[in-house]
């Protein structure tokens, strides 16, 4: 009996999993379906669910531009540098606060805690001003550089924690050895935390391709927007018919417009 009703449990959970990865796959074939489908079609009242004529026309228009490729330049440029700075800054921050014992630790760990209540948009105009009297407007500056200096305690929390779970008897092993802090944090520490350290890696990848605020705020010219921006571009709200084909075909954040 208990076997008979293991089995129904297994079939069950199997029926979940797949109803769920359907509908959450939905927005990807949603995107696909209408980037194939023809402008009449996109914009007609009723819903096309896959296109009547698969036209490859969507993606021809957008890698011939020469705006998408210089954006999307831009994108893998910003998105690399910030990426290995702020994911460096973040794994050597969360060694000093987990692997060592320095005055005030604790308090500055509670400090750089608290900054995450601080709402985002509350800092908009400071950092705006701060970075323009840095003459840093209208360069990947002001995007690209402050996270070289640890940003997302969040994510800081998360290594640590991963981080603080090493017994400290391979660092003092070390130190019997002759290795500095450098060659611990390198040698030792990095090699034990590579699933958190991938886990932060796709948060903040994802984050810093999505971006769309403060590219849209700080870049201000067409040459240096990256993919988001110059996606939402695309979307007039003053027209009548959308280029949603064109739009949708873009490999973009689907929060860098508005209905989609």
């Known amino acids: ?52 004529q698969v036209t490859w026309a969507a993606y021809l228009s957008i890698f011939q531009n020469e705006n998408f490729l210089r954006s999307y330049f831009n994108s893998v440029f910003y998105v690399t540098f910030a990426l290995a700075g702020t994911l460096i800054s973040i794994t050597v921050v969360s060694y000093a606060f987990s692997r060592v014992d320095w005055p005030g630790k604790n ?61 400290k008897e391979m660092d003092e092993s070390a130190y019997v050895d002759g290795a500095n802090h450098i060659q611990i944090w390198w040698e030792i520490v990095m090699p034990l935390v590579k699933a958190p350290i991938a886990t932060v890696a796709t948060f903040l990848f994802v984050g810093f391709w999505n971006s769309l605020l403060t590219p849209l705020m700080y870049l201000q010219t067409i040459d240096l927007y990256t993919l988001p921006v110059y996606v939402s571009t695309l979307y007039n709200i003053n027209n009548t018919v959308q280029q949603w084909p064109t739009i949708t075909g873009n490999p973009r954040s689907t929060s860098a417009i508005g209905p989609c």
């Open 1 to 52: 009996m208990k076997q008979y009703w293991a089995i129904l449990k297994s079939i069950f959970m199997y029926f979940l999993l797949t109803g769920a990865t359907l509908l959450m796959s939905f927005p990807l074939f949603w995107m696909i379906s209408s980037s194939l489908k023809t402008l009449e079609e996109t914009n007609s009242p009723g819903i096309v669910w896959i296109p009547n």
């Open 107 to 167: 308090f500055v760990f509670f400090l750089m805690l608290s900054t995450m209540m601080i709402p985002p948009q509350a800092l908009i105009v400071p950092q705006y001003v701060f970075f323009n009297k840095l003459n840093w407007i209208g360069t990947f500056n002001p995007i690209i550089i402050p996270g070289y200096f640890a940003g997302g305690a969040a994510m800081i929390f998360l290594l640590r924690q991963s981080m603080a779970q090493i017994p």
